[in-house]
Antibody, heavy 111, light 113 residues
């Protein structure tokens, strides 16, 4: 059974950092493009970042230079390092390969 | 960036009646490999998104056959042939042809009339 389980969300002050994790089971993440997608309160879906099979990284413009996506093939896990966080980064963050999605982890940026 | 525009944004439907959601892209979604990477997702209240259809019309495993997709180029449609209570939620189209970034439509909220 395929599962994606996110963790690492929480409350952080503006300018702070968080590292999200996504543990995958039932498939090998390095054989898929893997993504982080976020959903601000009451809003729609926004693609944030991806890491492709060849390990190339892509980001939406608003997070470039602040967020870093990575994966650990041995752990079959995906990560999102988020630095210089802003209030507008507040959202539920989902890990996905688009076929499958995790349950999401809440990130709240507030003083 | 490719802009995805859905309509309507709110869709009240009577149980058993059909529902149609339109999705238009700001440029053609036909890829150089000949595929069209236009996908549809459903997000039920309080749940994570779930993909229903990929590459315009291919149903994902476990998706009822009352869901179908059509279209080409820049104009696409999701059809639910007979709406059931479990179909309540928000529906998103997403393009995966011209990335980064992958872009979603604004979402269409389906409710039972």
């Amino acid at each position: 059974e395929v599962q994606l389980v996110e963790s690492g969300g929480g409350l952080v002050q503006p300018g702070g950092s968080l590292r999200l994790s996504c543990a995958a089971s039932g498939f090998i993440i390095s054989t898929y493009g893997m993504h982080w997608v976020r959903q601000a309160p009451g809003r729609g879906l926004e693609w944030v970042a991806s890491i492709e099979q060849d390990a190339s990284e892509n980001y939406v413009g608003s997070v470039k230079g602040r967020f870093t996506i990575s994966r650990d093939n041995a752990e079959n896990s995906l990560y999102l390092q988020m630095n210089s966080l802003r209030a507008e980064d507040t959202a539920v963050y989902y890990c996905a390969n688009f076929d499958y999605w995790g349950q999401g982890t809440q990130v709240t940026v507030s003083s | 960036d490719v802009e995805m525009t859905q309509s309507p944004l709110s869709l009240p439907v009577t149980l058993g009646q059909p529902a149609f959601i339109s999705c238009k892209s700001s440029q053609s979604l036909v890829s150089g490999d000949g595929n069209t990477y236009l996908h549809w997702f459903q997000q039920r209240p309080g749940q994570s998104p779930r993909r229903l259809l990929y590459n315009v019309f291919n149903r994902d495993s476990g998706v009822p056959d009352r869901f179908s997709g059509s279209g080409s180029g820049t104009d696409f449609t999701l059809k639910i042939s007979r709406v059931e209570a479990e179909d309540v939620g928000v529906y998103y189209c997403m393009q995966g042809t011209h990335w980064p970034p992958y872009t979603f439509g604004q979402g269409t909220k389906l409710e039972i009339k």
